[in-house]
């Protein structure tokens, strides 16, 4: 069984049960839970789990079993009943439609969170203030606008893609507020680009990390930072756009040799 992923799922899922969706781009799925936050995993990562008999599936939902957690308990890599502290759970103030909202930010999970903590030893940080709120605005919109679409588990055909039709679930049933925030989302991604609209919805939407991003997209180590940055400061300049300051230099007028200005 490979280490990493599959460990990193069931240290998630020894803090409580967690929901399946699908994640929109590789072959990775999301698990989500709540206020806990979404971790993403390789599905072939939780086939083997859910044949190990370490995890049991319910619909939608996924929770670790007595299995799983004994042998956890076995490499000594699990506190199921370790309570969050105040450094894992805190907040960012976003603007949504003109007034300011606080979303809940789990920086145990959040890549974004874990990168705007992190300080060199100058004691700067990698990413802007107006950085960061726009990854969490981004992510706090395509959270709103239930754009991650929910997966119907099916290990024989996991990972396929399900359609957003008028049905239950689909584009009739959202509410004005979800559609608004699509559109919102829509917009801030045609404003960066479709060259770095990729790596904002990995990294901010799927809390992909970076070298997960770098593994998929089959990129040089370190250069994902590097394109993320670039991202998120072109998603800045669309929901904080800078305001245009006044020089004090005279306005000039042009016109014809005979014109005259109009004295009232």
């Known amino acids: 069984m490979e280490a990493k992923g599959t460990l990193r799922a069931m240290r998630f899922l020894a ?15 999301l698990l989500e839970a709540g206020e806990r936050g979404t971790i993403a995993v390789e599905a072939d990562a939780l ?16 929770r670790l079993t007595e299995v799983g ?8 890599s699990v506190q ?9 759970i805190g907040t ?13 930010i789990n920086h145990a999970e959040s890549p974004l969170a874990l990168l705007w903590r992190r300080k060199s030893r100058d004691g700067s940080r990698f990413l802007e203030a107006r950085e960061f709120r726009a990854g969490e605005r ?5 959270t709103r606008g239930q754009l991650t679409p929910r997966l119907g588990v099916n290990w024989n055909g996991f990972g396929a893609g399900r359609s957003d039709g008028g049905g239950a679930g689909g584009i009739a049933d959202l509410t004005d507020a979800a559609l608004a925030a699509r559109k919102r989302v829509d917009h801030a ?7 770095l609209a990729g790596v904002l919805i990995d990294v901010c939407c799927f809390l992909k ?3 997960q991003v770098e593994a998929e997209r089959s990129w040089p180590a370190r250069s994902a930072k590097v394109v993320l940055k670039s991202a998120l400061s072109a998603l800045a300049r669309h929901y904080e756009p800078k305001r245009a300051t006044t020089t004090g230099e005279p306005v000039l007028h042009w016109g014809a040799h005979d014109y005259r200005p109009t004295i009232r």
């Open 15 to 29: 803090r409580g049960a967690a929901l399946l969706r699908k994640a929109g781009t590789g072959s990775a799925t």
């Open 47 to 62: 086939g083997r789990l859910a044949n190990a008999g370490f995890v049991s599936i319910s619909g939608e939902e996924i």
């Open 69 to 76: 957690t004994r042998s956890l308990r076995e490499l000594g």
């Open 80 to 88: 199921p009943a370790k309570p969050r502290t105040r450094d894992d």
């Open 92 to 104: 960012a103030t976003v603007v949504v439609d003109g007034a300011n909202q606080s979303v809940a």
């Open 138 to 142: 981004l992510r706090s919109d395509y």
């Open 189 to 195: 991604i045609s404003a960066v680009g479709p060259e």
């Open 209 to 211: 990390g970076l070298e």
